[in-house]
């Protein structure tokens, strides 16, 4: 166990909707990583939080959107969602702010299936 | 473009075997290669990690061997395990402060008894 809690596991919705995923980081971790994994193009990151602030920007589309609050939990909301956007959303978190001082620790992700 | 570039995509050893996972990058910037190991239905949890100072890390079992001027490190698997059987991502990270990490696509790696 990481210490790492996404919710919900499990998702199914239908094009042109909006869901919000939900990530708690471990006790103590500051920094909050967003990523998505599809089959052919791995783990994609798309963006960070550290203590609230957003501190970096990956292939992150503009229906999607993140935030983190005050008490560090994140959330993932993704808009006007299409049939590509289905895939494994993982949240990670660390205690530095910078990715390459430390291990990123993983949920257990959330799938999204868009029909 | 995939910034860290691993092959193969899928990998069968038996019990014993060593099965070596490559990866080669080309930002000159990258300064953190760690490995994750993932099992199906977890996220991916670190494995080992290397910095560009030294050419190997042993940790247990498994090896990363890290070539600087081809700008490649690949990731070996001692006497691999029916339990080792995980998706393997290598990753990269430039600088000081950087705020990403930039992963491979993944090797399937299957261990059979």
């Known amino acids: 166990d990481s210490g790492v809690t996404q919710t919900p596991k499990h998702l199914i919705t239908a094009t042109g909707q909006r869901v919000t995923l939900r990530c708690s980081p471990r006790s103590g971790d500051l920094s909050v990583y967003w990523y998505q994994q599809s089959l052919d193009q791995g783990l994609q990151f798309l963006i960070q939080y550290y203590n609230g602030e957003e501190r970096a920007k990956g292939n992150i589309l503009e229906r999607f959107s993140a935030q983190q609050f005050p008490d560090l939990h994140s959330e993932l909301n993704l808009s006007s969602l299409e049939l590509g956007d289905s895939a494994l959303y993982f949240c990670a978190s660390s205690v530095s702010q910078a990715a390459n001082t430390g291990e990123l620790f993983f949920g257990e992700g959330s799938r999204l299936t868009v029909l | 473009q995939q910034q860290v570039k691993q092959s193969p995509q899928s990998l069968i050893v038996q019990k014993g075997g060593i099965p070596i996972i490559n990866c080669a990058y080309e930002?000159?910037?990258?300064?953190?290669f760690p490995w994750y190991q993932q099992f199906p239905g977890k996220g991916p949890a670190l494995l080992i990690a290397i910095r560009p100072d030294v050419s190997e890390k042993k940790e247990g079992r498994f090896t990363i061997s890290f070539n600087k001027s081809a700008k490649q490190f690949s990731l070996h698997i001692m006497d691999s395990q029916p339990g080792d059987s995980a998706t393997y991502f290598c990753?990269?990270?430039?600088?000081?402060?950087?705020?990403?990490?930039?992963f491979g696509t993944g090797t399937r790696l299957t261990v059979i008894p």
């Open positions: 930002n000159t910037a990258f300064d953190y």
């Open positions: 990753a990269a990270s430039e600088g000081a402060g950087a705020n990403n990490l930039f």
